[in-house]
């Protein structure tokens, strides 16, 4: 099945400065990578999302990469803030099913 | 609409009692999910269905642990008996697997503390 590593576990950047967290995966034939935001004590929520025949997907400050000859997909955020402040985990959709398997996450830590 | 509806949002009770969670997930998604969050484990998927069918339940940690969905709009996980290893978040997701959105969408999740 499915594998999906994430890294780093922790990471903590200044504000405005950018962040950048990298998920592999496993399955070949996976071919739908969200991320999910997760803020305190709050639900995981979508914030992007790329497929498999897309390279690279921008919206605002959030972009991600995907490379699927590696089977690795990146999340950039650029001139961070305090409230980019939460967990972020990536994801793997395997194709033609329903199972989406998760990253560890990484929690993100934004200094003002 | 009101997204994913969860109950009860926090349920506290002694080892050993059933525990029963609740969701209802968006109308017209036909897919569910239930996971577990913890700091060790990270964010574990129980077991989905589609369309009321349970079509992987491969997560689910023991025989202890049952899930339902009688129909498009309920579905429960039950613990009998709980143990104080099963304290963690419980998240119930729901989307729509048809089309080109795969997005799920969260409850706010059940914190589960079994004592």
């Known amino acids: 099945g499915e594998n999906v590593e994430q890294h780093p576990s922790t990471l903590s950047v200044q504000e405005g400065d950018s962040a950048v967290i990298k998920c592999t995966y496993s399955d070949s034939a996976s071919n739908y990578f969200p991320w999910y935001k997760q803020e305190l004590g709050k639900r995981p929520q979508l914030i992007i999302d790329i497929r498999s025949n897309v390279g690279e997907k921008k919206d605002q400050r959030i972009a991600v990469t995907l490379n699927k000859t590696a089977k690795h997909f990146s999340l950039h955020i650029t001139e961070t803030q305090p409230e980019d402040s939460a967990v972020y985990f990536c994801a793997a959709k395997e194709t033609g099913g329903f199972k989406t398997i998760f990253g560890a996450g990484t929690r993100l830590f934004v200094k003002a | 609409d009101a997204g994913v509806i969860q109950s009860p949002r926090h349920e506290v009770t002694e080892m050993g009692q059933e525990v029963t969670l609740r969701c209802k997930p968006i109308?017209?998604?036909?897919?569910l999910f239930w996971y577990r969050q913890t700091m060790m484990r990270g964010l574990e998927l129980l077991i989905y269905?589609?369309?009321?069918?349970?079509?992987?339940d491969s997560g689910m940690p023991e025989d202890r642990f049952s899930a339902k969905m009688p129909n498009a709009s309920f579905s429960t996980l039950k613990i009998q008996p709980s143990e104080p290893r099963d304290s963690a978040v419980y998240f119930c997701?729901?989307?729509?697997?048809?089309?080109?959105?795969?997005?799920?969408?969260f409850g706010p999740g059940t914190r589960l503390t079994v004592t």
């Open positions: 997701a729901s989307s729509r697997t048809t089309g080109a959105n795969y997005e799920q969408y």
């Open positions: 109308s017209g998604h036909n897919s």
């Open positions: 269905f589609n369309n009321n069918v349970p079509i992987d």
